[in-house]
């Protein structure tokens, strides 16, 4: 149990464009689901919290108008990127929990290349 | 600034011994802690939970959480090859479903 799928598990796009990442929990009902983002050799950092049918908690630094998060039912969260540039290329990591618990479990990530 | 700090490693264990991994935090207010493993290029996967002090055992994973010192450790017995990772430690605070993450300990099992 406790599965969360991502899609598309990598990307690559031009500079300038939008990219739509999919998060998924596929046997469970996520009330919060969270995206990371992980750069090479480092840490995960959060970037925000989202929960079903509100408005996506951002952390300090992460622009709402760069990254938009929609969590539109209980088991879909989606991220865009929209006008992605190379310093956006990383991996991108959500999780989900469900109600009445603080686990989080993680998608595959989805791997953001630039050009 | 709340704070989870491991030790980057790596920690280097021959096969068949214990791995034993520590992680500390700063939020007194901590109310879960977490183990993650992470394979390099994929994402964390969770591989035990603690809420109490003392200690949680799960197979080969054992656990270890003292509120007083602010440490959760984790023991890995019979460590294999496929146990070479890196181990995340993350807290989550009290009044929030934020996880602080640490760095990460790098673990190399050798065969």
């Known amino acids: 149990g406790a599965v969360v799928s991502q899609h598309p598990s990598w990307v690559i796009c031009k500079s300038g464009t939008s990219v739509k990442i999919e998060c998924r929990s596929l046997d469970f009902q996520a009330t919060t689901m969270f995206w990371y983002r992980q750069f090479p050799k480092q840490s995960l950092m959060l970037m925000a919290t989202?929960?079903?049918?509100?408005?996506?908690?951002?952390e300090q630094g992460v622009e709402k108008d760069k990254f938009l998060i929609n969590h539109a039912s209980l088991t879909l969260s989606t991220l865009t990127v929209t006008s992605a540039h190379p310093e956006d290329s990383s991996f991108y990591i959500c999780s989900a929990s469900q109600r009445g618990s603080d686990t989080q479990y993680f998608g595959p990530g989805t791997r953001l290349t630039v050009l | 600034q709340k704070e989870v700090e491991q030790n980057s490693g790596p920690l280097s264990v021959p096969e068949g011994a214990i791995a034993s991994l520590n992680c500390t935090y700063s939020d007194r207010g901590s109310q879960s802690f977490f183990w993650y493993r992470q394979y390099s290029g994929k994402s964390p996967e969770l591989i035990m939970f603690i809420y109490s002090n003392g200690d949680k055992e799960d197979g080969r994973f054992t656990a270890q959480l003292n509120k007083a010192s602010q440490y959760v450790s984790l023991l890995i017995r019979d460590s294999q090859p496929s146990d070479s990772a890196t181990y995340l430690c993350a807290v989550r605070g009290g009044g929030t479903y934020k996880y602080i993450f640490g760095t990460g300990t790098r673990l190399k099992v050798l065969a």
């Open positions: 989202s929960n079903e049918g509100s408005k996506a908690t951002y």
